[in-house]
């Protein structure tokens, strides 16, 4: 199956400032969604990307199919920014969803 | 007007009971999940309902079950629990090769 590689596995920044996350494929990129899971345990669906870019307020998402990976940005961070940011690769048969293994992020004010 | 909802958030239970997690979406999506979280924070799937007919069976032990009796609901129910079956378990629904909306996610503590 599809392997999902996420980078940094952790980061720590002050409020404000701005980041970006990674997500590598190992295999053709179909359908890419971006998660949010907060520290109340809640999946919040950010992006659905399978290509191109979309923004959604202070956060947008870039995927670049033909290269297999995708960034996730977001500037000028909040505390609420807080939380496990997911990527996943849905498999062509359309019935499987492949997470990465995430990246930990804290906000600190 | 919870889009996917599931129920309980919380369950603490014996080695060796039996329980049932039950979830329903009301986004119309023909498609419904169960994952499993780990206590690492890793997702992966267990089970996948395509218009009420299972299409994944992940290598899940035999005393897990999904029932789903309409395209609306999802239910899981596990027998003999056992330690290790202590996680967090997410229902999710969507359309076939859509975007994913998943629930708030069932807690499950075997003691």
């Known amino acids: 199956g599809i392997q999902v590689e996420q980078s940094p596995p952790d980061l720590i920044l002050q409020e404000g400032a701005n980041s970006t996350l990674r997500c590598n494929f190992s295999?053709?990129?179909?359908?890419l969604q971006w998660f949010h899971q907060n520290p109340w345990g809640q999946l919040i669906n950010l992006f659905y990307?399978?290509?191109g870019t979309k923004q959604n307020g202070r956060l947008s998402a870039t995927t670049v199919a033909t290269e297999r990976y995708s960034l996730l940005y977001i500037s000028s961070s909040q505390t609420t920014d807080s939380g496990v940011y997911f990527c996943?690769?849905?498999?062509?048969?359309?019935?499987?969803?492949?997470f990465g293994e995430g990246t930990q992020l804290t906000v600190n004010p | 007007d919870t889009a996917v909802s599931q129920t309980p958030k919380y369950l603490v239970t014996q080695m060796g009971n039996d329980k049932s997690i039950k979830c329903e979406q009301n986004l119309g999506h023909d498609t419904m999940y169960w994952y499993k979280q780990d206590s690492k924070k890793f997702l992966k799937i267990m089970f996948s309902?395509?218009?009420?007919?299972?299409?994944i069976n992940e290598t899940v032990p035999n005393r897990f079950s999904p029932k789903s009796p309409d395209k609306a609901h999802l239910n899981l129910h596990i027998n003999s629990l056992e330690l290790g079956d202590s996680a967090v378990y997410f229902c999710?629904?969507?359309?076939?090769?859509?975007?994913?909306?998943f629930g708030s996610g069932t807690r499950l503590t075997v003691v």
């Open positions: 999710a629904s969507s359309q076939l090769r859509g975007s994913y909306t």
């Open positions: 309902y395509n218009n009420k007919e299972l299409i």
């Open positions: 990307i399978p290509s």
């Open positions: 295999d053709s990129v179909n359908n």
């Open positions: 996943a690769e849905l498999e062509t048969s359309g019935s499987r969803l492949t």
